[in-house]
């Protein structure tokens, strides 16, 4: 018996790194997905999993019956593979991943509007009544004078709606009780939700409300949404700079030197490995310190929605494209590669593999489009940055090899 009382600490070590691993992986857990057993978990931790993610990275915890619910603040605002997507967020972080189509500008702002509609709604809402609701909002003159206009006079437009009832339904705040989208799309049916008001009340993460920001750009906004109060003495200062680096770690693929300030640089060179050993203890990740960058690798494969792909000619595609830019940056180091580049070395490439790959994937046009899908990836994965035609590969493209393939068959 006298080993009972390190097997159930242990045990509860184990089931706080997990739960810390899920909401990572999805901030937003409810009793019916995406991961029902870490619900549980993060429930029966919710205390500690609070104390921890505020003490570690400044971010707080909302848990009860109903959701648990991790209010991240990036660490980056300007990562742009973070996109929405009808398949719901992606990443270690949020991003391109499963085939799906990041959000239009459109999207986002009908994704507001429907929001908004279901925070006036019964428990109950159909998709028909949810359009009659948002075209109701997107009446309004401002948004017509932004260039958005939503009618559901076409297929394109029902679509996009379907798309925001699946991002909806994804994250619990909808949940299907009879009916098609796909109906719904075609002007034939309908779809009947129940609306979770628990989880729609968590979903909004800013630290003042939309309406009160009124600075005029893009990225003015977005950092008044999520500033934080100033610190005002040392200790403030340096827990804010630590916050900003676990955030990093904890939710980034790499963390690299020379994407920091020298007020960061400066913190990490004197508290590196402190500030690794806690968060490697509290998560389960390993730490990979290289000359360039740090990343929190998961031996778990907990944590991350997006990996390089292995399987399928979209995921030999995408690994051929990074071993011929990891070539490249050792041939040509800081030189950015250009997309009719890659186009011409792919086109290559495609042309040995085709009797392998899926029918028609040698032809140019299905090229151009796996290889921008393999860059999102690579740019999603801090393997790669890309601007417009340029492609720069980055170091942490070196530690993946490629090895020849198995064919089984054509995929």
């Not at 242990?10 to 999805?26: K, N, P, T």
């Not at 800081?334 to 085709?354: C, D, F, S, W, Y």
Request: proline share 5%; aromatic share 4%.
């Amino acid at each position: 018996m006298s080993g009972l009382p390190d097997v159930l600490s242990q045990q509860q070590e184990d089931e706080r790194r997990r739960s810390i691993r899920a909401l990572l992986r999805h901030p937003l857990l409810t009793p019916q997905g995406p991961d029902v057993p870490a619900f549980a978990l993060a429930r029966r931790h919710a205390a500690w999993l609070g104390d921890w993610f505020a003490a570690q990275a400044g971010w707080t915890l909302h848990a009860d019956h109903a959701v648990v619910r991790l209010r991240k603040v990036p660490g980056d605002n300007t990562d742009p593979s973070r996109g929405a997507s009808a398949g719901g967020n992606q990443r270690k972080s949020g991003g391109v991943g499963g085939g799906h189509h990041l959000f239009s500008r459109r999207r986002y702002v009908l994704a507001c509007l429907a929001l908004a509609a279901l925070e006036r709604a019964e428990a109950q809402i159909t998709l028909g009544r949810l359009a009659e609701r948002v075209i109701a909002l997107a009446a309004d003159p401002a948004l017509a004078e932004a260039g958005v206009m939503f009618t559901l006079d076409n297929g394109e437009e029902r679509r996009d709606l379907v798309a925001i009832s699946r991002l909806l339904l994804a994250t619990g705040v909808l949940a299907r009780v009879a009916g098609d989208d796909q109906a719904f799309i075609a002007g034939s049916g309908d779809a009947l939700y129940d609306v979770n008001r628990r989880v729609l009340a968590t979903l909004l993460v800013t630290r003042v409300g939309a309406s009160m920001v009124t600075e005029p750009g893009f990225e003015e906004r977005l950092r008044k949404l999520t500033a934080e109060p100033r610190p005002e003495t040392d200790e403030a200062r340096n827990r804010e700079i630590r916050h900003r680096l676990a955030r990093r770690l904890l939710d980034d693929p790499v963390l690299y030197y020379s994407d920091l300030t020298e007020e960061e640089r400066g913190y990490l060179a004197s508290q590196r490995g402190l500030l690794l050993r806690r968060l490697t203890e509290g998560t389960g990740f390993a730490a990979e310190v290289r000359a360039e960058g740090i990343a929190l690798t998961d031996p778990a494969a907990e944590a991350s929605d997006l990996g390089m792909p292995e399987e399928g000619t979209e995921g030999h595609f995408t690994l051929l494209l990074a071993e011929y830019l990891a070539g490249a940056m050792r041939e040509r180091p800081g030189t950015v590669v250009t997309l009719p580049e890659l186009h011409r070395h792919m086109t290559e490439i495609a042309a040995q593999h085709k009797t392998h790959w899926r029918r028609g994937s040698d032809e140019p046009g299905v090229i151009r489009d796996l290889t921008d899908t393999g860059l999102r990836r690579l740019v999603a994965l801090g393997l790669a940055k890309r601007s417009g035609p340029a492609v720069l590969p980055l170091p942490a493209l070196a530690r993946f090899g490629y090895t020849e393939p198995t064919i089984i068959g054509r995929q």
